[in-house]
């Protein structure tokens, strides 16, 4: 089954809100074998929403909308598909009786402007919403169906899962669509892609996305219109092949997180760990403490931003400082070590670089990082020079961290 998604709402073209209801949609739909072939954002505009709705409609017959429903003057959703329709908008008193009854629960009186939302297209199937005052509309006409949602993401989750799958397995063919991410950390996309190679031609039909962040590149293979009982087996082939042809640069499927990893690493081990932070400014203790059950490895932190706190608190000499800078590998290497004395750990990492926007040279050009890791009685010292803004090489710069660590610990103990 193919449909199409529109979602309403002049906030969402202004880049003033995130359009996470889209991709709510595409991964549910496409867990239960739906396709989601085309998606659209129109604003608050009748004309806009029927001319999206009725193209969406000429192409594939069946369209979800999310957004457009409430009660103020700029919500048309409602309107605009009834009169695409032909259909009258009349009061629904069960509806009614339910937006009156919530209010009354929240011991509130109902304004006046609520009651347009329980006037619904004549024909309508109603459904509840049970998280706000937006009823869901189902409207179906000579085999065309609208599907009218909340924008609210909760609402529209709620109702999508309680009201409308359930609808549309009646429906289905019963293939699925299902996707897997391998997360890759430390190459570039098409270096990675030149490992990689054709692999959709080896396993078919299966697709495969790169999706680069500054975290990495994530894969995602997606297996398309399959039985239930395939679609797994061809997932899990395609999935091992990615793990060996990334190699060392694989770390975790789906939502691995790596700071989860080597904390599971040094969990194992038996090893605490500390950081040593100047131009990431605790933000790779950030990372660590976000992982639940991380005050088991991690001990703390030091947020060494000026000179004077690398030679206080970590003892960095002012020698190291003087003669080859705070951006350096030697004093990425002192700092390391002043977080294992400080800390009395096993483990330690350290990062030292120009996030910019100033401040580089073309000696050190901003982006340029010093990385050291300590554990098992090595150090290993890395330089990178990242890309991107100022907040962009700050977060690569602390996966970057996490991934020495990750690659030291395994060299370790291979």
């Given amino acids: 089954m ?14 003033l809100t995130p359009d996470t209801n889209a991709a709510e949609l595409g991964r549910a739909l496409a867990a239960a074998g739906i396709e989601v072939v085309r998606h659209s954002s129109v604003a608050d ?10 193209d969406a409609l000429d192409r594939t017959g069946f369209v979800i909308t999310t957004g457009g429903l409430g009660p103020t003057r700029d919500d048309m959703t409602k309107h605009a598909v009834a009169e695409l329709f032909g259909k009258s908008l009349q009061l629904n008193e069960a509806v009614l009786r339910s937006l009156e009854e919530r209010f009354r629960r929240l011991g509130r009186t109902m304004p006046a402007i609520n009651r347009s939302q329980a006037e619904v297209p004549t024909g309508a199937t109603v459904l509840p919403n049970p998280r706000g005052t937006a009823p869901g509309l189902w409207i179906e006409q000579h085999g065309r169906v609208v599907v009218l949602l909340p924008g609210v993401p909760s609402e529209m989750r709620g109702l999508l899962v309680e009201e409308v799958l359930p609808r549309l397995a ?11 991410t391998v997360r890759t950390t430390g190459i570039a996309e098409s270096a990675l892609a030149e490992r990689v190679g054709a692999i959709e031609d080896v396993i078919a039909p299966v697709t495969l ?13 997606t297996a398309w219109q399959l039985p239930e009982n395939e679609v797994e087996r061809r997932l899990d082939a395609i999935v091992s092949l990615l793990h060996e042809r990334a190699g060392e640069h694989w770390y975790g499927d789906d939502g691995a997180d790596l700071a989860a990893t080597v904390l599971q690493q040094l969990r194992t081990r038996k090893t605490r760990l500390a950081v040593a932070e100047s131009c990431t400014g605790g933000l790779l203790g950030g990372r660590i403490t976000a992982i ?10 030091v947020v060494a931003y000026d000179d004077a706190v690398k030679r206080q608190m970590l003892d960095v000499s002012a020698s190291l400082l003087d003669t080859y800078g705070a951006v350096s590998e030697d ?12 800390f009395g750990v096993g ?28 554990f098992g009685g090595q150090t290993r010292a890395l330089k990178r020079i990242f890309p991107g803004d100022r907040s962009e090489i700050r977060a690569r710069a602390a996966q970057a961290a996490l991934d020495l660590m990750r690659r030291l610990i395994g060299e370790t103990h291979s």
Avoid: N, Q
Wanted: charged residues 15%; hydrophobic residues 45%.
């Fill in 347 to 374: 483990a330690g990492l350290a990062v030292t670089g120009i996030a910019g926007p100033s401040g580089g040279s073309s000696e050190k050009p901003v982006g340029t990082v010093w990385l050291a890791a300590a």
């Fill in 170 to 180: 009646t429906r289905g063919s019963g293939l699925v669509i299902r996707s897997r």
């Fill in 331 to 342: 004093v990425a290497r002192a700092m390391v070590v002043g977080a294992l004395h400080r």
């Fill in 2 to 15: 193919k449909l199409e998604v529109v979602t309403i709402g002049t906030e969402l073209l202004l880049g």
């Fill in 292 to 301: 639940p059950g991380s005050s088991d490895v991690f001990a703390g932190g």
């Fill in 45 to 54: 505009r009748p004309e806009a929403i029927r001319a999206a709705v009725a």
């Fill in 209 to 221: 996305a790169y999706l680069p962040s500054t975290d990495g590149v994530d894969l995602r293979a």
